[in-house]
């Protein structure tokens, strides 16, 4: 691309310098699997019958091997807001496939955690590691050789990242993820907020908590903040993997309904028959992986993607890593205003452009990849809308200006010259830190520390008072290795009031904060860990801590005799119950958060 910038040709070149030998170990993977892996052809007899058995209206088609077969993976459950309207797509989904010569049928369902039911509680242990168990189950459904493309339909935190990463090692097979949208604005997320921040002085009952937050989470759809689930859906489509611009239809419309039929037929297109084979492989390469990046950047998405996104690349071949992420962000300017780094909800950010309008302005200023193997077409077309004339899907140009400016921008008045992350490191370790949401007086915080080893042990510090004061609020034993690296979002509340009564406040942690974390400055994904005896685990109160972004820098200022000779603290022991001693091989065997936090990859070499 003629008028790419110039660092993000270079951090684009690093990765793939860096990438080479896995790259080309990956992709010559994927020739043999297209050329010799099981496939529909070379299955036996009876393996086809009992394949065909459950299929009566399509059995005889299939039996001619003239079309694809298209593999659903499903995450549907109906506990999960985001996608509880998946239940009927398969059926759906499957006479459209018909429509154009092809047929479907549901290759196997994935499992689907909701992370806003299990925030603070035990269930949240198991949460990164269903990411990779969402990954072995899409490789169990892919496995039979049945399928000549896959539909992969999920939306949420760990459920695309999981999709992907087993996709992927199905990478000559073409593949499309199918969105199902976010729910229509309820009570405005600030709101919600300011009743979580008075619950949490004691200024709000239960029940008047619970009736904001109904009010907040009230529908059929994915939550309208811009989390993880939001900021998956504006990756995916930077990495040009869903039809265009379909991440945030509502649910129940028929521009929603018309896009997934969209995708069933493009798909039966670009399968290894036609002349128009796009696979998985060729799609999620380099480029695509710096798109997604910069359209993190670019929104100030989720910080759990530093996690995801690694992870998401190795199964590509792909080794990217922090400092990537870190010199994208420096040059990448920030578009988008969306809770929580503004009052806008995402049906408020795609009515004023959304992913088109942000995609069609990181290409003018030459900040993604143009280039890019994509499902449906050119990438330009991804900076395009969808929208019904009649009774026909179209895509059309997105305006020039921004529908609110106070949501998105061009790349002519950004709301900053930076994206939304930075990297701090010293003799703490190396952490992250999520800045769009920051004021920027409170990039840099000194204080002392006041550890603690879960945060249920911060919240009866905070009710207390013993946090009244400019303090760097210390959460240990949260690592990958330790319990799962749970996220600590039940400390929004209480750090937000601490803030909010003047205090100068940050969180230190090698754990994760959840992808709504917002205005409080928090370093997290600390590593190494503290169970690895990470410096973090010398820490002891009342230490003065130095977290400053705009030098990115952490560090306890501890005279270096006395930090050298300290013993690291004992780790608390493995907690049981809720299943999480079943997950101890995952725990024992996991690579950094920066690796992408997986014992699965660790053990497999990727």
Known sequence: MSNLHSEVAAVTDRIIERSRARRAAYLDLMARERENGVDRPMLGCANLAHGYAGTDEDRDAMKTNAAMNIGIVSAYNDMLSAHAPYYRYPEQMKVWAREVGATAQVAGGVPAMCDGVTQGYPGMELSLFSRD???????????????????????????????LMGGLRFGHLPMVLIPGGPMRSGLPNREKARVRELYAEGKASRDELLDAEIAAYHGKGTCTFYGTANSNQMMVEAMGLHMPAAAFANPGTKLRQELTRAAVHRLAK???????????????????????????????????????????????GIVIDWEDFDRLSRVVPLLARVYPNGSADVNGFEDAGGTAFVIREMLRGGFMHGDILTVAGDFADYGRKPEMEADALVWRDVPTVSGDDTIVRTIDAPFSEEGGFRILAGNLGRACIKVSAVERDRWTIQAPCRVFSDQAQVQVAFKAGELDRDVVVVVRFQGPRANGMPELHKLTPPLGVLQNRGFRVALLTDGRMSGASGKVPAAIHLSPEALDDGPIARLRDGDIVRLDAEAGVLEALVEAAEWAARAPVEAPPPAMGTGRELFALMRAGCSTAEEGGSAMLAMAGL
């Not at 050789?145 to 935190?157: P, R, S, V």
């Not at 799609?283 to 690694?310: F, K, Q």
């Open 133 to 163: 168990t969402i990954a072995l189950s899409t490789t169990i459904a892919l496995s039979h050789g049945m399928f000549e493309g896959a539909a992969l339909l999920g939306i949420c935190d760990k459920i695309v990242p999981g999709l």
């Open 270 to 316: 670009i399968g290894w028959d036609g002349e128009d084979y796009r696979p998985l492989s060729e799609c999620v390469d380099e480029r695509a992986i710096v798109n997604a990046a910069v359209a993190l950047l670019t929104t100030g998405g989720s910080t759990n993607h530093l996690i995801h996104l690694p992870a998401i690349a190795r199964c590509a």
